[in-house]
């Protein structure tokens, strides 16, 4: 990633956002404090667990989502990131009303309590659920297109107006008269995402929609969702766990781990602060001198060393410094153990990758 063309990027496009009445962009969600603890029952295994949970059943409480607060302006473009089990799926299914929060709320267009599921509200939104499907699988598309404009009442010409725009962004006109079963994955999901704007949403939730695509189909679908936020001005919260949506889409990120919101912020000052950053990876000759190594790179104040073991009984040590201090650490660290201690040591451009990791295990 080019950090000054983002940057630069960032400031003309903030300049041209669609602004609201005080010159301000425009908020279209404020989230205070949403939280999810799901409750769910103990069961031992086996035939004599299910018998006893019949009669004695011991509630569990998952916190899926511990309290997050942040906000939307309209036209922007946010990613949620976080690895499986974040948390990601369960704040889109608050802020699209499928699920009750167990406390805080969110209030959109300055007006609707999401989480009372106001009809107005459900008419603005749109959406997709990379792994569940909207389309009836046995009809062709354009019969649930049609279905939902029935629902949503949108006409005639609108309707046709739209269908257009987005087949054309696919180049799928042939697609729509297709029974959906027989479209492949990525073929449904782009009559997914068309059925989601056919009503003219002016904000878009996307969780996942490139899980499971080939590379083609995936940058098909990005492609897509880029002209949609750039011309249509369709505000997108998309969540996914690829590095590389988020990186081609998401001018602004917001990173989720075990519920909690470790970083919200530009991507392009991730990048300045951290993928800016050299990743450090000592490989010693076994688990005592890695032992020492990473208790030498603590002891100097590095970001925690992460050590682990590799099949061959050898044992690397893996941190970030800044570019001018990596002659200073590599003597911190040859002064720590014995030469012969050391197997090979290598020097790497951090990975956005292993960036966002490092950001999930310890925050900003
Ligand atoms: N209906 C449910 N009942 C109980 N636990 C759930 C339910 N849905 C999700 N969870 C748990 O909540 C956590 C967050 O899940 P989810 O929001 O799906 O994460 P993500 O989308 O980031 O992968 C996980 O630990 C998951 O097991
Ligand atoms: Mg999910």
Redesign the pocket.
């Given at each position: 990633m080019r950090v000054r063309a983002a940057s630069i990027r960032d400031t003309i496009s903030w300049v041209f956002q669609p602004r609201g009445r005080r010159g301000f962009p425009e908020l279209l969600l404020d989230v205070q404090n949403l939280t999810k603890s799901?409750v769910?029952y103990h069961k031992d295994p086996g035939l004599r667990g299910a018998i006893k949970a019949l009669f004695h059943r011991v509630p569990v409480a998952?916190e899926?989502v511990k309290p997050v607060t942040f906000q939307v302006a309209r036209g922007e473009f946010v990613g949620l990131l976080?690895p499986?089990?974040?948390?990601?799926?369960?704040i889109l299914k608050m802020l699209t009303g499928l699920i009750a929060p167990s406390a805080g709320r969110a209030i959109a267009f300055n007006e609707y309590n999401v989480s009372n599921r106001p009809v107005r509200y459900l008419e603005r939104i749109g959406m997709v659920m990379g792994q569940r499907n909207q389309l009836n699988p046995d009809l062709p598309a354009i019969d649930s297109f049609r279905l939902a404009q029935a629902i949503y009442g949108v006409p005639d010409n609108e309707f046709q107006q739209r269908l257009d725009q987005m087949l054309g962004l696919f180049e799928a006109h042939e697609l729509i008269r297709k029974p959906v079963r027989k479209l492949s994955l990525g073929e449904r999901m782009q009559m997914e995402m068309t059925l989601s704007l056919l009503h003219g949403p002016e904000l878009l939730f996307l969780d996942e929609p490139t899980i499971g695509l080939d590379f083609v189909a995936a940058r098909r679908i990005r492609n897509f969702l880029k002209a949609i936020n750039a011309s249509l001005g369709v505000t997108v919260i998309l969540?996914s766990h690829y590095t590389k949506d988020i990186e081609e889409l998401c001018r602004r990120v917001i990173l989720?781990n075990k519920?909690t919101c470790v970083y919200d912020g530009l991507l392009s000052q991730v990048d300045e602060r951290i993928h800016g950053q050299r990743e450090v990876e000592i490989l010693c000759a076994g688990e005592t001198v890695a032992m020492h190594v990473a208790a030498a790179v603590k002891a100097h104040g590095s970001a925690s060393p992460v050590v682990a073991s590799k099949d061959d009984g050898t044992c690397s040590v893996q941190f970030f410094v800044t570019p001018r201090s990596v002659a200073q650490w590599i003597k911190v660290v040859t002064g720590t153990v014995e030469a012969s201690g050391i197997v090979d040591i290598k020097i790497s451009e951090a990975e956005l990758e292993t960036v966002f990791g490092e950001l999930y295990a310890r925050g900003v």
């Open positions: 799901y769910t998952v899926a976080g499986n089990g974040a948390g990601k799926t369960t969540t989720i519920g």
